[in-house]
């Protein structure tokens, strides 16, 4: 959470529909920083952390995301693997095949995968396994990421066969420090304005 006095807290909301086969090609949304970035002015802003939620607005009362995104969606004697990837730049990727840790501009990656199994003469997968794992910009950026340009978050999924044609949210909260960047660091970061 924020720590320092000059800390901000920025949200947003995402909304992406998954198709019939449940995957989802790369989208992406914006985050506006134009009221805290300004090239001009020598403004940026230190990234210190991103947190992201799913949300499933169909479930009633709640709207919790359930993270096994295949289900019982196989058949006997069936493996299955489905993925969602989401992540944290300042660069459009054209597809998250393209992103991981050691990419340029990415600060934050987060992935979610499901793994099931249904042996033969199995009514319901006797196994499933979900995973979540996350790096965000403690891990990736200790000293905060700084930015000059808008943030993108980008989206993308593969067989999650629990949300076909589904409408689902990602909420998203960035927690950042206005800062003063030099003529030197501008130049660098210019070059993120261009690629988005």
Do not use: C, W
Not at 75 to 87: D, T
């Amino acid at each position: 959470m924020a720590k320092g006095k000059n800390d901000l807290i920025l949200r947003d909301r995402l909304q992406f529909t998954l198709d019939g086969n449940g995957d989802l090609e790369t989208v992406y949304g914006r985050v506006d920083l134009s009221d805290y970035v300004s090239v001009v002015n020598n403004q940026g802003l230190s990234i210190k952390e991103m947190r992201i939620q799913i949300r499933n607005p169909a479930i009633k009362d709640t709207g919790v995301f359930n993270m096994d995104l295949l289900g019982n969606n196989l058949s006997e004697g069936q493996v299955k693997f489905a993925n969602m990837k989401i992540i944290g730049s300042t660069t459009a990727y054209e597809s998250l095949v393209d992103t991981g840790i050691g990419s340029p501009n990415v600060f934050f990656n987060a992935e979610i995968t499901t793994f099931v199994s249904k042996p033969t003469g199995s009514d319901t997968p006797v196994s499933t396994q979900v995973d979540y794992y996350e790096l965000g910009t403690p891990d990736l950026h200790p000293e905060g990421y700084v930015v000059v340009s808008d943030v993108l978050v980008g989206i993308a999924a593969n067989s999650a066969e629990s949300y076909l044609e589904e409408t689902l949210e990602l909420d998203i909260m960035l927690i950042a420090e206005p800062v003063k960047v030099t003529k030197e660091e501008l130049k660098e970061m210019l070059a993120q304005a261009t690629d988005l």
